[in-house]
């Protein structure tokens, strides 16, 4: 399958500082990425939908000014947690889509943890 | 709204046993189910995916099946190994209005050598 890679893959900060995490497409380019967060013992769940050259969609619940996603290019989306405290410590993943497929690459995820 | 279940929660077998896990889903509008591997403190491995005209997808020791309009999968491991030690999680890919994966809450594998 298609390579995603994310950086970093684990983050320790202290609480009131922001957090970046880049997720890149590897094999093609991608319109879409998505970024999924994972709490302990609980399942993934999609934060928002990034969309190359204009802005995210977020689902419900999640605060847009809080988690800035920014896809610039066709193989890079950014994540930035701001502003960040203990409860936003998780483990996040994202995943892109082949254009004109309904199949997602996942990528390793990055381990967020906030003093 | 889409929900995805899985039972059970968690299960330990001694190594060797044939075993299922179960998947459901109450919205058959999908595209496609897929069957994640995630080992503790990792990123998920894709083991199968199912797409939604289809009605099983097989690998290795792995077998998964789709009954699209009883909204279930199951995932079938034959000869279960320690090394298949982790959680399981299926997800779905919805598509009535919004297209994103839905998952389960994973099932939590451990087999005993």
């Known amino acids: 399958g298609a390579v995603v890679s994310q950086h970093p893959s684990r983050v320790i900060c202290k609480s009131g500082t922001s957090v970046k995490i880049e997720c890149r497409s590897l094999?093609?380019?991608?319109?879409?990425m998505f970024w999924y967060r994972q709490f302990p013992k609980q399942s993934l769940m999609l934060m928002a939908t990034?969309?190359?050259?204009?802005?995210?969609?977020?689902e419900q619940g999640v605060e847009k000014d809080k988690f800035l996603i920014n896809h610039a290019s066709l193989t890079l989306s950014t994540l930035t947690v701001t502003s960040a405290h203990p409860e936003d410590s998780s483990f996040y993943i994202c995943?892109?889509?082949?254009?004109?497929?309904?199949?997602?690459?996942f990528g390793p995820g990055t381990r967020l943890t906030v003093l | 709204k889409q929900e995805v279940t899985q039972i059970p929660a968690a299960l330990s077998v001694p190594e060797g046993e044939n075993l299922v896990l179960n998947c459901s889903f109450t919205?058959?509008?999908?595209?496609?189910l897929q069957w994640f591997r995630q080992d503790p403190g990792k990123g998920l491995t894709s083991l199968l995916l199912?797409?939604?005209?289809?009605r099983e997808q097989t690998s290795g020791r792995l077998n998964a099946s789709l009954d699209k309009s009883s909204g279930r999968s199951t995932l079938y491991i034959a000869a279960s190994q320690p090394g298949d030690s982790a959680t399981y999680l299926c997800?779905?890919?919805?598509?009535?209005?919004?297209?994103?994966?839905?998952f389960g809450t994973g099932t939590r594998l451990k087999v005993l050598a």
């Open positions: 995943s892109d889509r082949l254009a004109g497929t309904d199949t997602q690459y």
């Open positions: 094999d093609f380019q991608a319109t879409t």
């Open positions: 990034s969309n190359e050259g204009s802005k995210a969609t977020y």
């Open positions: 919205d058959s509008a999908i595209y496609n």
């Open positions: 199912i797409q939604s005209s289809q």
């Open positions: 997800a779905v890919l919805s598509n009535s209005g919004t297209y994103k994966y839905i």
